[in-house]
């Protein structure tokens, strides 16, 4: 015997066999339709909660992951990654104050994106030339703690971008 139950957008059929339910082959294809577009539509919202807005001559902070756009110039800077990290740890001596090495893109409003590494030691790049700007990496934290690791989650850069395109630690 066969019994129909009418569900929104889909018709399932009872079969009165060990097999349970039957599943028209239509509303298989209705059911990946609906399916594809929710992870569509998730997937472009994902990366306009990760973007702030920021100032131009101001400086922002930014999570791995995350974007700031520059509104006033139609801007926008990413932090990809922290690369490497061998800066001097909190209550350490060195001989040196160490480097980390931070990766990060810009992009113009429908432009391609240009990634760049930018340093926090002083005889390294720690700023980059874009588009008539200059964006530099200001700080990273946290400091790195002797014997332990820092967690990609846990990094926080300081950037600040300006007008113009000096300086003689700017990557061109």
């Not at 209705?30 to 990366?47: D, I, N, W, Y």
């Not at 002083?122 to 964006?135: D, E, I, L, N």
């Not at 990496?137 to 332990?148: F, Q, Y």
């Not at 846990?154 to 700017?170: E, K, N, R």
Request: charged share 15%.
């Amino acid at each position: 015997m066969l019994r129909k139950q009418k569900f929104p957008g889909l018709i399932l059929r009872r079969l009165n066999s060990p097999f349970g339910w039957h599943v028209p082959g239509n509303a298989i294809f209705r059911l990946f339709l609906l399916t594809a577009g929710m992870v569509v539509v998730s997937g472009c919202g994902a990366s306009a909660d990760n973007a702030i807005g920021a100032s131009l001559d101001e400086n922002f902070q930014l999570r791995i992951g995350q974007s700031a756009v520059i509104s006033a110039v139609d801007m926008e800077v990413g932090f990809e990654a922290v690369t490497s990290d061998s800066r001097c740890g909190k209550g350490e001596q060195c001989v040196w104050e160490g480097d980390a090495t931070v990766r990060i893109w810009t992009q113009l409003a429908g432009g391609n994106k240009e990634e760049n590494e930018l340093h926090t030691e002083s005889k390294m790049p720690s700023a980059v030339a874009f588009a008539g700007y200059t964006v530099r990496l200001v700080a990273l934290h946290p400091i790195p703690l002797s014997g332990r690791v820092i967690a990609p989650s846990a990094y926080i850069a300081t950037f600040g971008v300006v007008h113009g395109t000096s300086g003689g630690d700017v990557v061109h």
